[in-house]
């Protein structure tokens, strides 16, 4: 049973930056994508950005040059740095992990907010 474990988010003021790191315990099927959604009270979960095991990245449109996603294989550890953060970037985060699997496999962190005050 693969676990995520996040860790990093806070409160910190506009323009300022944190990383969320995100490790997997458990063993992971070597083709998967991990990464990152966020959530809002009253809105749907979305994606924020993912990274396969190949180095294959996705960014949401809002996220874009402000955050950078990164992986340590052989960690089994997602980071996400994120910089320049607005006060619309107030969510909480969560740690995901798709396993390439028949069936595929989806795992959820248990989430972390962060808070940016403007």
């Known amino acids: 049973q693969v676990q995520l474990v996040e860790s990093g988010g806070g409160l910190v003021q506009a323009g300022g930056s944190l990383r969320l790191s995100c490790a997997a315990s458990?063993?992971?099927?070597?083709?998967?994508?991990m990464g990152w959604y966020r959530q809002v009270p009253g809105k749907q979960r979305e994606l924020v950005a993912v990274?396969?095991?190949?180095?294959?990245?996705n960014y949401a449109d809002s996220v874009k040059g402000r955050f950078t996603i990164s992986r340590d294989s052989a960690k089994n550890t997602v980071y996400l740095q994120m910089n320049s953060l607005k006060s619309e970037d107030t969510a909480v985060y969560y740690c995901?992990?798709?396993?390439?699997?028949?069936?595929?496999?989806?795992?959820w962190g248990q989430g972390t907010q962060v808070t940016v005050s403007s």
């Open positions: 995901y992990c798709n396993e390439y699997t028949i069936p595929p496999h989806t795992y």
């Open positions: 458990g063993r992971i099927f070597s083709f998967n994508t």
């Open positions: 990274m396969t095991s190949g180095g294959s990245s």
